[in-house]
């Protein structure tokens, strides 16, 4: 699949991340004025012109950071320049040029490719006279933009457009299955994500917490589009310290909303904490399919961790999961990775799956017979059920009085149904609604 690549180039803290939001549309990037808050490359899918093209954002380049992560952000940068087809250059207005710039400028020469000029936070007229002086890097006119105030974007895109290549190649880029891959700090995400990928997408660092994006990895995988989310590995809330930190809590539950699948990584070489314990509820009340991943195989069997234990110490600590698959690998070493991607694809079969009205009615009665609903009072009954929705299967059932049907109840409906029917790893969720007339008739 071939899409034209859009790099956003600069020095750190021009508004290159803001920028990025601003052609989105929404917070893609965490904006927090404290240089080198992006660390890996975060892109977006646009659509503008007739044309369909990815916009990265990257770090800043010269960044000097104190966590030794420089020449991890310096290599995504080059990565990200090499890889695109038209480099977009932020420098700051309201600021002023820095000599910073000038290495940029010369940077980007050398690399013989369409250049866009942006002059970033441009919010006065002092700043529109101070944006001019960017003529200097003779790479034609540049752009008056306000990223925070949205003001000059369309003008933007339309020049990004003029630039870009001939779209012989260029294909409409379609969703893709949404994977979030989520997990405690260090437990080996972006390995994970970088090995699925072909090549070094986000840092990987024995820095834990090298990711503080949740950075969207389009891959192929046997003709089938993937899009991986490797979000920022989460700590106690007591811990959030700063801004960043909690924007990259937020990102890591916002992305779990909006995937198809989650996958909840662990290293098993430890044992469960808190943050885990979190996500996995998390994961829960969102209803999403989810596989447990034990990573860092390789290590649990050099230090002789048993195996089917540690399976069953998670198993008990995390009950509301029971139905979900566990899968084993190294993404270090790239052991079970083709397993857990089959499982993964399985999952989300099993949680695209109708039933029929009919077959439902008739497993509901069953159950019915079985196991009546109790409770003080009035007769909890069950009239009608059809299905509503998929991922997760969603189950519309007209009763008496939806509250007695809550808690152990509507655990042993799930149970039945996932009996039944092709949902024995995924969550089922039962949307209960009150009718008078109409009991569920004998099919």
């Not at 106690?236 to 937020?250: G, T």
Request: with cysteine; glycine share 6%; net charge negative.
């Amino acid at each position: 699949m071939s899409f034209s690549s859009v790099a956003i180039i600069g020095r750190p803290n021009v508004g290159k991340s803001s920028l990025l939001n601003a052609i989105a549309g929404r917070r893609v990037s965490i904006v927090e004025p404290t240089a080198g808050v992006t660390r890996d490359r975060v892109s977006i899918f646009v659509d503008w012109g007739g044309r369909h093209f990815e916009v990265v954002d990257t770090g800043g380049l010269g960044l000097v950071d104190e966590v030794r992560l420089k020449e991890h952000v310096t290599a995504q940068i080059e990565v990200a320049m090499q890889e695109a087809d038209v480099l977009v250059f932020v420098v700051d207005a309201k600021e002023g040029l820095a000599p910073m710039d000038d290495d940029v400028a010369e940077r980007l020469r050398r690399l013989d490719k369409p250049i866009v000029l942006v002059a970033n936070k441009v919010e006065g007229r002092k700043d529109e006279i101070e944006a001019h002086e960017a003529w200097r890097f003779g790479f034609d006119e540049p752009h008056l933009v306000s990223a925070k105030e949205g003001f000059g974007i369309r003008d933007l895109l339309d020049a990004i457009v003029e630039k870009l290549p001939a779209k012989e190649t260029e294909e409409t880029p379609h969703d893709g299955l949404k994977v979030a891959i989520v997990g405690k700090r260090n437990s080996g995400k972006s390995t994970f994500v970088n090995l699925l990928a072909g090549g070094d997408r986000v840092i990987v660092s024995e820095l834990a917490g090298t990711t503080r994006d949740a950075v969207d990895v389009r891959f192929e995988r046997d003709g089938k589009t993937w899009v991986a989310i490797d979000t920022a590995g989460l700590r106690k809330k007591s811990r959030v310290q700063d801004a960043i930190e909690f924007f990259s809590l937020a990102r890591a539950e916002q992305s779990i909303r909006r995937a198809d699948l989650v996958f909840l990584m662990f290293d098993i070489t430890e044992t469960l904490s808190q943050v885990d314990k979190k996500l996995a509820s998390f994961v829960i009340d969102q209803f999403k399919p989810c596989i447990l991943v034990g990573n860092k195989l390789d290590l649990a069997v050099e230090a002789g961790v048993p195996i089917e234990k540690w399976e069953a110490y998670v198993r008990q600590q995390l009950v509301g999961l029971s139905f979900a698959p566990l899968s084993f690998m190294s993404a270090k070493d790239g052991i079970h990775i083709e397993e857990t991607m089959r499982l993964g694809e399985e999952l989300y079969e099993q949680a695209s799956t109708r039933v029929s009205t009919g077959e439902l009615n008739r497993v509901l009665q069953v159950a019915r017979e079985r196991l009546a609903p109790k409770g003080p009072g009035k007769i909890p009954k069950l009239f009608y059920a059809t299905q509503v929705d998929v991922c997760p299967p969603t189950i519309l059932v007209f009763v008496n009085e939806p509250e007695l049907f809550t808690g152990q109840y509507d655990r042993y409906l799930q149970n039945r149904l996932r009996e039944a029917f092709d949902w024995k790893e995924i969550p089922i969720r039962i949307v209960y609604r009150r009718r008078e007339k109409v009991e569920l008739p004998d099919l």
